[in-house]
Structure formats: C-alpha cells, structure tokens
C-alpha cells in the first residue's frame, strides 16, 4: 500500500492540472500554520503543569528551531523523495506530536510536550514546509511567486482557523471554559481532548496533499512560455546549482541575513502586538484601549500576515524579486521609524502602520522561495530553501530577546507608554538597514558553482485544458479523455481549501471588528 509514496508514482500523466498543486499545499501550510496560535491555550497549560511562562513558551521556541533545523537537514530528503512521500512523514510526524503532547498533558509530564509537539511535531513543520516548494516551482515557471505565495499564505492562515476553533474546542471539552475571556483556562481533560482532536483532523486533511501532489515530467513546461523571456530578466538563471554549492555562495548568506532582517523586525511587532496597542495610549497608568480591542489589533495583523504572503509575492512576479525586497525593508525602515515618532497620536495610524509592517514580514517569508529559484534554479531549491530557513529560527528567537531586553530596561509590563518602545523600534529601524544593504549586494551566481549542463532529458509536454491560465488566447490543446473528472475533483480540492480558510477568516474579521467597536 506504501508504494503509492513511491516517487516513481508521483510524474503527473499527460493533462494533470497544475492548479490541483497549490490545493496540496494549502491542506499542508494551514494545518501547520496552526504553530502560531499556541497563545490561545498558553493560559491553561501554565495552570495545568503549574509552570513559568517561560517554560510553557520554550514549546513554541522548541518547535520552531525544530522547523528550521529539520527543513536544513531535510531538504536534500525531501528533492530525493519527491513531495508525496515527504506530505506523508511530514502527516505522521505533525499528528504524533500531538498525540504524544496528549499523553504528556495527561500525566502531567512537561518533557513529553517538549517531546511530542516541539521536536517531533517541529520536524513535522519543517518537512511539510518546504515539502511543496520544489514542486510548485516546476509547475508554475512562469509565476513561481504567485504559487509560493498561495501555498505559504495557507501558513499564515493557519493561526486563523486554529485559534478560534481552539476556543471553540475548549469550550465544548469544557463547559466551564469562556471563549470571550482572553485570560480564560481550560482543565487538563479539555486540552487533552482538544490536542487529539487537532492531531486526527490535522492528519485527515493533511492526506488530501499527497493524493493531489505530483511532478511534472522532466522538461515541461505551460503553453505559450517561454523561459528565454524569464531567464533575460535580472538576477534570473536557467543555470542549476546544488544545496552543497549554494551555501558555498556568497549569494546565499546574504539572502540568510535578508531573511533573518526582515524576520526579526516583524516578529518585534508580532509578538508585542496585544500590549503594544494599549501602552501606546496609556495615560497615568489607565489605557484609553480595551482587552477586547486589543485582541481585535491581533486579529487585524493576522489577516494582513495571510494577505501580504499572497499579494506581495504575486507582486514580485511582475517587479522582480530585488525590488520587492527593496520595498519590504526600506519602506519598512520608513514605517518603524513613523511608529515610534508618531504612532501615538491616533489609533488608526498604529493600525495602518503595523498592519503594512506584517504584510511585508509575510511577504518576506512567501517571496524567498522564488528568488531562490532565480538565484539558483530548480535543481535542488526546496533544499536550499530548507537550509535558508535556519535564519527563521535563528530570527525567532533574536527578535522577542530583543524587544523584550530593551522593554524590561524601559519598566514593568502594564505600565509602559508609547515612549518606551522608542529604543526597540529604532533597533529595528537599524535591523532591517543592514537587510537592505545586504539585499544591494546579491548577485548572480558565478558559473563555477553551476552543475553540469547535460541537456534536455525529455521532451517537453503540452499543456491541458485545464491550465487556461497558461493558454495563449489561441491555443487549442487536446482534451484529455479524464478532463471532467478531474475537473470536479479540482473544484472539490479547492472548496475544501476555501472552506477552512473562510472559516478562519470570518472568525478574526469578527474578532477584528472589536478593535473599532471597543
């Protein structure tokens, strides 16, 4: 039964659409987006073990190194593997985490947490991470941008479905538990239940990706594109370089330290998000903005994270990758420094300004794929990009340290005021300075890192009916026999990806709506 994953298994026969590709991705990102709505039952699990903030935090940070450490180790897997059999693993460990974060929540074992959803669910996040990219790469040469952006969106929007169905979940194990509280607790038995619950439903879904996935045959490529028109524009190479080379490259470490830039300011707003709104109108030690507007603020910037991974990375399609990221850190530069000169003056310039701030942090995330792909070709880019991510882990844990340090320097929580974040926005203004004159020095790749050109392998196959965004307007490709299934199995694909995130966009609008009407 296992043979299915098998890579000779997953070359897409002639007429496969390309469009049930990124429907594979999504079922994967916004499962493992869920990492980013672990807020929601921090509260609960620090009563339940009696722990420190700390301790219950280091979850997350264990996770998240997990993710860049196994996507580094595990990109060279992954390209020998193909995405199927990685959607699997990555399924199997994602799932187990919870699972085994059950069993430690139920015997009341911090370390089997630290176990089951930090190291083993960790590498679940990172093998489902870059599992897609590759291949998503190969499907859409012509906006590599655009299908990196629908996939890595569904990361961002995975903290959107899961944080409200988490409460809702509690509230169901729990009849005790109110969703409305931000400070509410669930017992042990609800948590329990609710991480076996996510563990079973996240892998349910996450099955739909491999029976969607496949490669496209070697050479193919869209009717109507050319890859001289791409391969003419800056920065852009039909040259192939290997994961051992690329971090030989100068180019490579300098996109490290763009990512890592663009990382660390964003998580500076990010994970000050709910306090930040308040102290920034606190006025002899009473602030003018509620709990549940705070919340709203939270929910506001989640939708923009989820947006600007999408809209910015198409946009790079159209702009190149350079100058996306030329915006991203120099406008940012601009917005940091207008949030700390003049962001208390009005609610809704804070709003505008953070929101902006992490549309371009998602971008940042959603567009670094793609210009891998320009830099060092599709050969072996879901494992380049795997070992690009360490400066996402590395961010992770830079950013809060030093939000954080500078506003234990500024006073106690509760009672800062705009002023106090002054220095920390500044140090970003600084931080994403050096990303900027990092991203002015990348280069092409010289030719001595390329592999060997050993010709075309195949011949080069045409496009379906089914790819009408390909289609020149008068392109007449064969109907393949299978058109109509397939075509109700792409729109099912697509409605089910549409119904968990409109459910999680719904739920923060509603959550959103708070910040306006108090």
Partial sequence: MLSVFDPR????????????????ALAVHVCIGQVYATSVYKNSLIAHFDASQTAIGAIFSIAIVMLGSSAAVGGRWVERNGPRRAMFVSACFWATGFLVGALGIATQQLWLLYLGYGVIGGIGLGIGYISPVSTLIKWFPDRPGLATGLAIMGFGGGALVAGPLARQLLSLYDADYNPANPAAVASGSALVGLFVTFGIGYFVIMMFAPFNVRVPPPDWRPAGFDPDRVAARPLVTRASVSASNAVRTRSFWLLWIVLFCNVTAGIGILEQASPLIQDFFRDNGSTSVSVSAAA???????????????????????????????????????????????????????????????????????????????????????????????????AGVAGPLIVNRI????????????????????????????????????????????????????????????????????????????????????????????????????????????LFTG
């Fill in 407 to 514: 506003l234990d320097a500024q006073g106690k929580p509760g009672t800062l005021t705009a002023s106090a974040y002054r220095p920390a926005l500044f140090t970003m203004v600084g931080v994403l300075a050096i990303g900027f004159v990092a991203n002015l020095l990348v280069r092409p790749v010289p030719d001595r890192f390329h592999e060997p050109d050993r010709g075309s392998t195949s011949p080069v196959a045409r496009a379906s009916v089914t790819e009408p965004v390909a289609l020149g307007p008068r392109s007449t490709p064969p109907v393949p026999e299978h058109v109509g299934a397939q075509t109700g199995r792409l729109w099912l694909s697509w409605l089910l990806v549409a119904v968990l995130l409109g459910y999680g966009i719904v739920e923060t609008v509603r959550t959103a709506a708070k």
């Fill in 296 to 394: 709203g603020f939270v929910g506001v910037l989640s939708l923009f994270n989820m947006a600007g991974r999408f809209v910015w990375s198409t946009t790079s399609d159209l702009i190149g990758r350079k100058p996306i990221y030329l915006i991203y850190l120099g406008v940012g530069m601009v917005l940091y420094a207008l949030l700390a000169v003049a962001g208390h003056a009005a609610t809704a310039l804070v709003v505008l300004i953070a929101a902006l701030i992490i549309s371009f942090y998602g971008g940042g995330f959603a567009t670094m794929p793609a210009y891998l792909r320009d830099l060092f070709g599709t050969f072996q880019v879901g494992a380049i990009h795997g070992r690009l991510l360490t400066a996402w882990s590395a």
């Fill in 9 to 24: 298994h997953t070359v897409a026969p002639p007429g496969y659409s390309r469009w049930l590709i990124p429907t594979a």
